[in-house]
């Protein structure tokens, strides 16, 4: 019985070691798969950059650059290198005009005066400028340092051309003569009376044959002085409003003939002197803004007007009346002059533009916008044997010359 019992008993181990062998086997079935490790090759900012600098080609000139180059027989590199001027000695490009010769003052020109041969410019430095307008490079003639100390505000000139008048910021009114000899300007004396007090003078402006300067005052008053006299005494003075309170006259002008006087003013007034009476003679209506320019006609017939309302007001000296309006600025109106033959009228502005003007028409017949930058001041050239010229200047710090009336 015990015998029989030893196979069954032996047999469960067996049975229970394969059953143990199944079980483990289902259970562990991926302990013996391998597991592949991760690599990432990515790029450095080393590579990256260095990437950038070989897709990006140095000193690339294009294909049509080179064509036109053969083209013109000239296959030359860029010219980046750096060469004296031969006229002021300055460092500038080998390629390029010296910076410091094209512009004619170191700050903006706020005034320019003709004469027959030459301009006469004031800026905001204390340095009066002339150069010659018989060469056809517009050489600068001569520099009259320390004219005025603190600047000048404007400078005007005899239509004759032996004399000139400038008012400085520090208030003070000074008159120059030439030597028509040499060319040579010198300070001829000092209007005393326009620098006894702050604010006597602003606005200039000369009879013909250089007799008489009219000056504005910044209480509306408009004087006369006769500068042929030693002394240089008033002559005359012309009130605009109560003593002392008027408004700030802006322009003014002496017809040719020396019997009126222009105002322009800040509240947009327009006053007409007669010199022989010393009366108003108008007083014209139709700009309600500042009068910054005004302007005789060569006949005494018409008066030019302009200012801050961008439009320029013709009226007849006839009988005072308001004849019509030459529209065509956006900007401010800064300067006014006629021709010579009065057959066109040149405006400048603070946009840069500067007009011809067709009186006949009423017209625009030409405009010039070569800067961005406000023009203080433009002035036909007295006629000559050459063409009708004109001048301008302002904030870009040249002076800009133009040749006829339709052409730059």
Not at 73 to 98: F, I, M, S, Y
Not at 279 to 286: A, E, P, Q, T
Not at 290 to 313: C, E, H, K, Q, W
Not at 330 to 339: A, E, H, R, V, Y
Request: charged share 20%; with cysteine.
């Amino acid at each position: 019985m015990a015998a029989a019992l030893l196979p069954r008993l032996s047999s469960k181990p067996l049975l229970s070691a394969v059953s143990f062998r199944q079980f483990s086997q289902k259970l562990f079935p991926t302990l013996s798969i391998a597991i592949p490790g991760v690599s990432l090759n990515l790029p450095t900012i080393d590579d990256i950059w260095e990437s950038v600098l070989r897709a990006v080609p140095k000193n690339k000139v294009s294909h049509s650059r080179k064509r036109h180059r053969q083209m013109a027989g000239k296959a030359l590199k860029d010219q980046n290198g750096l060469c004296k001027c031969p006229g002021c000695g300055q460092p500038k490009r080998t390629h390029r005009l010296c910076q410091h010769c094209l512009e004619a003052h170191i700050t903006d020109i706020f005034s320019i005066a003709t004469t027959p041969k030459a301009v006469i410019s004031g800026s905001g430095s204390s340095t009066l400028h002339i150069h010659d307008t018989t060469d056809p490079s517009f050489p600068l003639k001569q520099s009259i340092s320390d004219a005025h100390k603190l600047g000048c505000h404007h400078v005007c000139a005899s239509r004759n051309g032996n004399v000139a008048a400038s008012a400085g910021f520090g208030g003070e009114v000074k008159t120059w003569k030439v030597n028509n000899d040499t060319g040579e300007w010198s300070l001829s004396g000092e209007i005393a009376g326009a620098s006894s007090k702050p604010g006597e003078a602003w606005a200039l402006a000369l009879s013909e044959d250089g007799s008489y300067l009219a000056t504005t005052t910044n209480d509306g008053r408009i004087n006369v002085w006769d500068i042929v006299d030693e002394k240089k005494p008033k002559i005359r003075e012309y009130e605009t409003g109560s003593a002392g309170s008027g408004n700030f006259g802006m322009s003014v002008d002496l017809s040719r003939d020396g019997k009126f006087t222009a105002s322009g003013h800040q509240n947009g007034s327009v006053y007409i002197f007669n010199n022989d009476t010393g009366r108003v003679l108008y007083s014209l209506s139709g700009l309600a803004k500042p009068v910054r320019s005004v302007a005789f006609s060569p006949g005494n017939t018409r008066l030019a007007a302009a200012g801050d309302a961008g439009i320029i007001a013709i009226y007849d000296m006839k009988h005072g009346e308001h004849i019509g309006n030459l529209t065509g600025h956006s900007s401010w109106i800064t300067s006014l002059d006629w021709s010579d033959t009065g057959e066109y009228l040149l405006s400048g502005s603070m946009d840069g533009k500067v007009k011809v003007w067709s009186i006949e028409r009423t017209t625009c017949v030409a405009t010039h916008s070569e800067t961005d930058k406000a023009l203080w001041s433009v002035k036909w050239l007295p006629k000559t044997v050459r063409s009708e010229m004109f001048c301008t200047a302002g904030a870009n710090r040249s002076l800009s010359f133009y040749r006829e009336a339709t052409g730059g």
